[in-house]
């Protein structure tokens, strides 16, 4: 993903609106800004219309069971990527970098949320290199520890903090363990039940070792 800050001077006045915005990242993977992201009352019935659709793209890759899309979930987790996007390049040095999105486990808050969330380790990952242990790293791996799914994406040291059954949904399961067998982590492996069979399944067909053994308190199920 692409992050740009457009502006040499800031002019609250012209940002841009929160739907091309956002089109622009669902369509290029580039983020591009020239102030801080604002997602007008008048807009909202666009940009759930637009993140309706792109999720329904999204599931047609997910087996099992139809998801049902959560809207309220899909615009919060869109304006945690834009407020996350704006903080690694636009943001006053002194400006607060908390992120609000607090996990929920139901498989269509986790399928709606990663539509855009799935995004959001490359911004971690540009934070990481730019200050390993600055507060918006911390934020942002925080976030991504409480929204596996999109989580595993990111080379993350630390556990999930949520579970790892993703609302008991076989399809969200197997997608994590297709993500998972690219960046095999201790800690990121379920313990066991579905999930669990899921990921030694997926290992196994792509031929990559397994982790064996499992620290004690950090994975979860």
């Known amino acids: 993903m692409l992050l740009y800050y457009d502006g040499g001077t800031r002019h609250w006045l012209h940002m841009r609106p929160f739907y091309d915005w956002l089109d622009r990242v669902l369509t290029a993977g580039e983020s591009v800004q020239d102030a801080p992201p604002q997602l007008a009352p008048a807009e909202r019935?666009?940009?759930?219309?637009?993140?309706?659709?792109?999720?329904?793209?999204?599931?047609?890759?997910?087996?099992?069971?139809?998801?049902?899309?959560?809207?309220?979930?899909?615009?919060?987790?869109?304006?945690?990527?834009?407020?996350?996007?704006?903080?690694l390049v636009g943001a006053e040095e002194d400006e607060p970098v908390a992120i609000s999105l607090d996990a929920v486990e139901s498989p269509a808050a986790n399928l709606s949320a990663d539509v855009v969330l799935r995004f959001m380790p490359a911004v971690y990952r540009r934070a990481q290199v730019r200050a390993p242990d600055d507060a918006l790293a911390t934020e942002l791996a925080r976030l991504l520890r409480a929204w596996p799914l999109s989580g595993v994406l990111a080379d993350l040291a630390g556990a999930p903090t949520a579970p790892l059954d993703f609302g008991g949904h076989p399809g969200l399961q197997?997608?994590?363990?297709?993500?998972?067998?690219?960046?095999?982590?201790?800690?990121?492996?379920?313990?066991?039940?579905?999930?669990?069979?899921?990921?030694?399944?997926?290992?196994?067909?792509?031929?990559?070792?397994?982790?064996?053994?499992?620290?004690?308190?950090?994975?979860?199920?």
């Open 45 to 87: 019935p666009a940009v759930e219309a637009q993140l309706r659709s792109a999720f329904d793209t999204h599931a047609l890759d997910v087996a099992g069971p139809p998801v049902a899309f959560d809207a309220d979930i899909a615009l919060r987790a869109a304006t945690a990527l834009a407020r996350a996007c704006w903080l």
């Open 174 to 221: 197997l997608l994590y363990a297709e993500r998972l067998v690219a960046t095999p982590r201790l800690n990121w492996m379920p313990v066991h039940g579905p999930a669990r069979a899921w990921a030694e399944r997926i290992f196994a067909e792509r031929g990559a070792q397994i982790p064996v053994e499992l620290p004690t308190g950090d994975a979860h199920a």
